[in-house]
T-cell receptor
Framework: DAGVTQSPTHLIKTRGQHVTLRCSPI?????VSWYQQVLGQGPQFIFQ???????GRGNFPDRFSARQFPNYSSELNVNALLLGDSALYLC???????????FGSGTRLTVV | GESVGLHLPTLSVQEGDNSIINCAYS??????FIWYKQESGKGPQFIID?????DKRQGQRVTVLLNKTVKHLSLQIAATQPGDSAVYFC?????????FGAGTTVTVRA
């Protein structure tokens, strides 16, 4: 079975640009969460979606947004990119909200 | 605020020895705790979890201990192998989100 898949694996953007990151959860998983991991730190919670509804949001500015589609895949959008947005963006899925999470390998975003 | 932290940022261990990685948490409302292993260029990989109504759980070569009195979590790895070299994170769950500590980098010496 495929695990959590994220695309792209790497990308480079310029300050001020917009980026869309994509995540496909494990088949049957209905919950998707997004985390940001800055180099040398633990992941920080950004969003959780369950059944296409936002269930929680971390302490991130409004430049960050996300959505979940009917097939439970998800997109994370970041507008007006800043240098400080450079990080590994991780997607995690679970069957239900209260279950354990399986992480994807992440998208490495570099803002120059 | 609520945070999860690890006592030591690095741990060097001889191959074949046992490893103990410690973690302190501060949110007494957390009901679920997870240890993850992260290798370079990869996402966190689930190792073992424990719910707040337990104090010990064992897996294959790993044991997690939970002491709710002092809000302490530990991961024990038996007979550490070179493949165990990685960054280890503890995470606590409160409602819908996981809070991670900064991680402990484990290096296994041959």
């Amino acid at each position: 079975d495929a695990g959590v898949t994220q695309s792209p694996t790497h990308l480079i953007k310029t300050r001020g640009q917009h980026v869309t990151l994509r995540c496909s959860p494990i088949s049957g998983h209905k919950s998707v969460s997004w985390y940001q991991q800055v180099l040398g730190q633990g992941p920080q919670f950004i969003f959780q979606y369950y059944e296409k509804e936002e269930r929680g949001r971390g302490n991130f500015p409004d430049r960050f947004s996300a959505r979940q589609f009917p097939n439970y895949s998800s997109e994370l959008n970041v507008n007006a990119l800043l240098l400080g947005d450079s990080a590994l963006y991780l997607c995690a899925s679970s069957f239900e909200v209260a279950d354990g999470y399986t992480f994807g390998s992440g998208t490495r975003l570099t803002v120059v | 605020g609520e945070s999860v932290g690890l006592h030591l940022p690095t741990l060097s261990v001889q191959e074949g020895d046992n490893s103990i990685i410690n973690c302190a948490y501060s949110n007494s409302a957390s009901d679920y705790f997870i240890w993850y292993k992260q290798e370079s260029g990869k996402g966190p990989q689930f190792i073992i979890d424990i719910r707040s109504n337990m104090d010990k759980r064992q897996g294959q070569r790993v044991t997690v201990l939970l002491n709710k009195t002092v809000k302490h979590l530990s991961l024990q790895i038996a007979a550490t192998q070179p493949g165990d070299s990685a960054v280890y994170f503890c995470a606590e769950r409160n409602d819908y989100k996981l809070s991670f500590g900064a991680g402990t980098t484990v290096t296994v010496r041959a």
